[in-house]
């Protein structure tokens, strides 16, 4: 089957194709279907318009085709036709660029979601808020870490979830945020439904609309309660721990590199010092008896490479041992009768 006419200009400009390119019907199919399969799809669908056109006697409805140029490009075109007695006029519609279009919209939106999806259903709060300070989007765990429902959220601002002394703080914040453009770090407090205080990171990045202006914040929330209790409770071990060796009655000290870095009272008293100011950063083998300082040395050495307990010297009327802690020594110095 031959085709009588063709647009030259069309078919050469979007196709590639001349007029000496497709001789006929079967040689046009092949250019434009190189696959047998799709070929044999696409020709099925065409024959399939054509005679429902010609039992409703309309014309042939749009159909999608993707076809092949001459350089191999594939482009996705919309024909449909019209039943005239000397044949089918065939009208080609090159959809390529809107179906491009859509496709990435579709990727684009696939995308938004699939993040939206992770977002909401992680177990890190996150919200988005606007300078004006009115709340933005929010996932479920930031809902529940402040206790209130989503409609109740939506009802409030940043400001009736900040305590007051935090409010200039998170004001110098943002403004740095939005001079420098980096995301930033800084710490703050939530007021609760019940009133509890919860302590709070919050990784905080700015979006700016396209007039440069900022259009929201967006933040990844950490609850600091577990971290915090954990500070206090080490604080608190720390603080008990440097009264019972304040108040030991034997003389303890830490060294550092061979000099000392911490004496207790008894210590400070045992070394003839005033206060540990005057000792600390001292070499200790300066405060030993020069017959005590190799000994000494060899013991210091053995604390801070080999990193294990030495045993009690007991010269010149003075028990030591040391002991490893921290990066450096720890001594533990006993007067002898």
Known sequence: MALRQISTTCFKRVLGYTPEDLPTLERWLLLAHPDENERREAVARW??????????????????????????DVRTFLLSGTILREGILVTFVDITERKNSEAALRESQEQATFLASILESSAQPFATGHPDGRLGRFNAAFSKLLGYTDEELRSLLWQDLTPPEWHLIEKAKLAELQSSGQPI?????????????????????????????????????????????????????????RAVVQSAPDAIFIQTKGCFTFLNPMAVQLFGAV???????????????????????????????????????????????????????????????
């Open 185 to 241: 770090r800084y710490e703050k407090e939530y007021i609760r439904k019940d009133g509890m205080r919860v302590p709070v990171e919050g990784f905080v990045h700015l979006v700016r609309n396209e007039r440069g202006q900022p259009a929201y914040y967006y933040a990844f929330i950490t609850d600091l309660t577990d971290r915090k209790r954990n500070e206090s409770a080490l604080r608190r071990s720390e603080a008990q721990s």
């Open 47 to 72: 024959e399939g318009a054509v005679a429902r056109a010609l039992k409703d006697e309309t014309n042939i409805a749009p159909e999608e085709f993707a076809i092949t140029c001459k350089n191999g």
């Open 275 to 337: 206060d540990d100011k005057q000792l600390i950063g001292v070499p200790v083998v300066e405060r030993y008896h020069p017959d005590c300082r190799e000994l000494l040395l060899e013991r210091i050495r053995q604390n801070n490479t080999e990193r294990v307990a030495v045993p009690v010297v007991v010269q010149k009327n003075l028990a030591l041992r040391w002991h490893r802690y921290r990066g450096g020594g720890f001594g533990r110095a006993l007067h002898l009768p």
